[in-house]
């Protein structure tokens, strides 16, 4: 089987200049993104080389936070497309010196970045270090409200499987309101055409304010109705506060009675519905390790194979522009 052709970027060209939030993006921009990392998992699939298009482009990695997934992905991703990778080993930086998050990104792009990938819990460094830096910001994960790689990466396991999300009904289960990925996948599957629901019990579930148009269900037997897929989401313990940061560990012991996503509470939803999990996952709290593991029900390892070629997509596209 022949690699497949690259995709033609949208009529006047990828118009993203940085890629913070999902509403970075035009639909165009969307589609593109999502075609170009499928024409990369071919190359991935085969074992064979992808073009060089970032050869002599220096990606730098600053994650503030840890990460496994996502940093290894990019850092794959950009070695695969021929860039120079740094990855900032924060904790022995000099941020530890005292100096700024903003101070620390802006000595590293002086050294010649041409993208900065940035992970941090705090809010709004994304945008502040958008303002200031030569180079386009991508999110590697922010606060608790976006993770927009994620959402692609995600959008593009479920493609692969179903060939669209239009018309595709998901229901996002557990700890939506401590998710970035939660907000992300939201935004992004209800734009190519989803239908999207959030299920969890209340404590789990964001303010009133926000996401005013998604349905919110209280049990699993409704929320998993006629749903094609059940994402599950990681209790978010680091990211708690006040009386559900000293709560949440005791919460969690019951919630995988009620909410956790095994074999037979997937019966619940439509038939041949496939489960999926941003990772990482724990097991025996939101999600049963035996349906994670199965193969012919469950999306995981394809959502991480398809992190690599998703975030190969987004690093050409904003580098080159579809030259």
């Known amino acids: 089987m022949t690699l497949s052709?690259?995709?033609?970027?949208?009529?006047?060209?990828?118009s993203a200049r940085r890629l913070i939030s999902i509403d970075d993006l035009t639909d165009g921009d969307i589609f593109y993104l999502l075609d170009l990392a499928e024409y990369y998992a071919g190359y991935l699939r085969r074992a064979a080389p992808a073009p060089r298009r970032l050869a002599g482009k220096t990606q730098i990695n600053l994650?503030?936070?840890d990460s496994t997934r996502t940093n290894l992905s990019f850092d794959l991703a950009g070695k695969k497309l021929g860039a120079d990778i740094i990855n900032v080993p924060v904790s022995a930086s000099s941020v530890h010196k005292g100096e700024s998050l903003v101070d620390t990104a802006q000595t590293l792009a002086a050294m010649g970045a041409h993208v900065m990938i940035v992970r941090a819990k705090e809010e709004g460094l994304h945008e502040a270090l958008d303002e200031i830096l030569p180079c386009p910001v991508v999110n590697g994960g922010a606060g608790k409200r976006e993770h927009p790689t994620q959402a692609l990466l995600d959008a593009a396991a479920i493609r692969s499987e179903f060939g669209e999300l239009e018309d595709l009904t998901i229901a996002i289960c557990g700890d939506i309101k401590h998710s970035r990925v939660a907000g992300s996948d939201a935004r992004l599957f209800q734009r190519l055409g989803a239908n999207v629901r959030f299920v969890g019990p209340?404590?789990?579930m964001p303010p009133d304010d926000q996401f005013t148009d998604i349905p919110r269900i209280g049990n699993l037997k409704d929320g998993l109705n006629g749903a094609d897929i059940a994402m599950g989401l990681r209790m978010q313990f680091e990211r708690m506060e006040g009386p559900d940061g000293e709560n949440g560990r005791a919460l969690a012991q019951g919630f995988y009675d009620e909410f956790g996503l095994t074999h037979e509470t997937l019966k619940l939803a439509k038939p041949g519905a496939w489960v999926m999990h941003p990772g990482?996952?724990?097991?025996g709290v939101?999600?049963?390790?035996?349906l994670a593991d199965d193969p012919e029900q469950s999306l995981i390892l394809r959502q991480v194979f398809y992190g690599v070629a998703t975030r190969m997509a987004c690093l050409d596209a904003?580098?080159?522009?579809?030259?």
Do not use: D, S
């Open 63 to 65: 994650f503030f936070e």
């Open 202 to 204: 209340a404590y789990l």
């Open 280 to 283: 990482p996952m724990n097991r």
């Open 318 to 323: 904003l580098l080159t522009k579809g030259e």
């Open 5 to 14: 052709e690259r995709p033609l970027p949208p009529k006047g060209g990828f």
């Open 286 to 290: 939101e999600i049963c390790g035996a």
